[in-house]
């Protein structure tokens, strides 16, 4: 039940971190004021983003084992293991992106040098 209120909390705070970005990048655009943030950035974040979500997901997913073994009464539920592998998933799929956008630079930047 904790881990459900945890996750809602979680998502409502973080739709409205999103649209408190979205409010100021729309003030931005509307008073034409340019902060466009290097390529290097974002990908740099979207690596930082995918370590943890994949972190969270091993913890989410091992945490009640490990309790177990010491000698913590911690049952493992359905609901807990869905939500570590879901966020799992999401980090190894974030981490992906992040190597296929790497590599796709990486060569460009190799293409723009033969011509």
């Not at 881990?3 to 973080?14: C, H, I, K, N």
Request: hydrophobic residues 50%.
């Amino acid at each position: 039940m904790v881990v459900v209120m945890l996750a809602t909390e979680g998502f409502a705070l973080s739709a409205f971190v999103y649209c408190l970005d979205h409010k100021r990048r729309m003030y931005m655009l509307q008073n034409g004021i340019s902060q466009e943030e290097p390529l290097d950035v974002r990908l740099d974040r979207r690596l930082f983003g995918g370590l943890f979500l994949l972190l969270t997901g091993i913890a989410l997913v091992i945490f009640p084992n490990v309790a177990s073994s010491a000698g913590l009464e911690v049952s493992p539920t359905t609901s807990l293991m869905l939500i570590g592998i879901l966020a799992l998933s999401a980090g190894l799929a974030t981490i992906l992106g992040y190597c296929i956008l790497k590599r796709g630079l990486s060569s460009l930047a190799d293409r723009g040098r033969k011509l």
